[in-house]
């Protein structure tokens, strides 16, 4: 693998925003959801089927890192289910970087998030928020919205990554893949969860997801791929395979929900130079 890398796509040369974002104040959280993704032993009860299977097929399964990790700066994420986070032993494990749960279609809010994320950056790692969208809950803008009051504003610190939105399949009702919405109105919602994102911090959210269910859900959409990250999710595999249409390299991979640091483990395609680029910038200086 070559040393010399692509940008991801969301680096460009805009100059990062000087204000910091003002915003409501929070108030009390709520009490946590049934679920937020699968709980994670059961998670990890499909990883451990999904880890026979490919042995049953003579593939090899990832007990450690990809070779990918070798050049790359390494993170997690983390939610409610890892509660209070040692982040001074994660630091010193070789975590960077790492997304924080801060909150869930316009209800929830993890209630670990103020510990984790300020004791992430007291530890001198790269920290950001990311938000588990709900699309059939409510309006993108709206859900952006309480994430931003909840957590997930971006300031222009050099250490606070841009916001994210995670969209995968829904917890609560897997019959419903894509939440019922049509392919029309997931691009739509998505765009209107960006668009106020965007007029709040001056940063695209990146977006997490894998490449089966955004093809499924937004028909391959290539709409969001020149102006947002992509953090793209596959679990126990060599590399990323297939992106999403549209995007020709990632930003952030999670390639497992265990490993040496707690939570998700994750690698950033680039340097420790171009993360920190990342957390600074760009922005649109039309943001209030």
Known sequence: ?????????????????????????????????????????????????????????GACVLAAPPAAAEDRPRGNDVSSHQAAVDWPTAQADGAAFVYVKATEATRY???????????????????????????DRSSGAAQAAFFLEHGGAWQPDGRTLPPA???????????????????????????DFSGEVLRITGRRPVIYTTTNWWNTCTG??????????LWIARHSAADTGALPPGWTSWTFWQYDDRGSLPGDQNLFNGSPDLLERLARGPVDPAAR
Request: net charge positive; hydrophobic share 40%; charged share 15%.
């Open 1 to 57: 693998m070559s040393d010399t890398r692509t940008p991801p796509p969301a680096l460009t040369s805009l100059l990062p925003n000087t204000r910091t974002p003002q915003l409501p104040s929070t108030g009390t959280p709520l009490p946590p959801p049934s679920r937020a993704r699968l709980p994670r032993a059961a998670r990890r009860s499909l990883a451990a089927v999904a880890a026979l299977a490919a042995l049953a097929a």
């Open 109 to 135: 809010r993890n209630p670990y998030f103020a510990g984790q994320y300020e004791g992430a950056r007291a530890a001198g790692l790269f920290r950001g928020a990311y938000h588990f969208a709900l699309p």
């Open 165 to 191: 939105l995670d969209l995968e399949d829904d917890p609560y009702d897997p019959r419903l893949p894509c939440y019922g919405l049509s392919q029309e109105a997931m691009v739509a919602w998505i765009a």
């Open 220 to 229: 391959g959409s290539s709409a969001f791929a020149a102006d947002h990250a």
